[in-house]
């Protein structure tokens, strides 16, 4: 990727504004065919694994301990 004049302040490494400016997949772009054939080929098992961390977790969050559960508050509507 070229140097991208429309980011003259973007964090190193950053793709911002690479693939346009109505780009909605961001690095995404980078994950090409031939790519996740190469990924594909890793594989021994066909097994699947859930990659979420559980939000409700009883007792809090290990993850972040200062994290409040959410709040749902009703919002008004005209």
């Known amino acids: 990727m070229t140097e991208n004049p429309r980011w003259k ?3 190193p490494g950053s793709t911002w504004g ?3 400016a109505d780009d909605q997949l961001g690095r995404l ?3 090409t065919p031939e ?3 190469k990924g594909v080929a890793e594989m021994k098992e066909g ?3 859930c990659l979420s ?3 409700d977790y009883p007792g809090g969050t290990v993850v972040n301990p200062r ?3 959410p ?3 009703a919002n008004k509507r005209n």
């Open 9 to 11: 302040r973007r964090p």
């Open 18 to 20: 690479d693939w346009g």
């Open 29 to 31: 772009n980078l994950l």
């Open 35 to 37: 790519k996740v054939l």
């Open 47 to 49: 097994r699947t694994f």
């Open 53 to 55: 961390l559980p939000l």
């Open 67 to 69: 994290r409040h559960p």
């Open 71 to 73: 709040r749902l508050i």
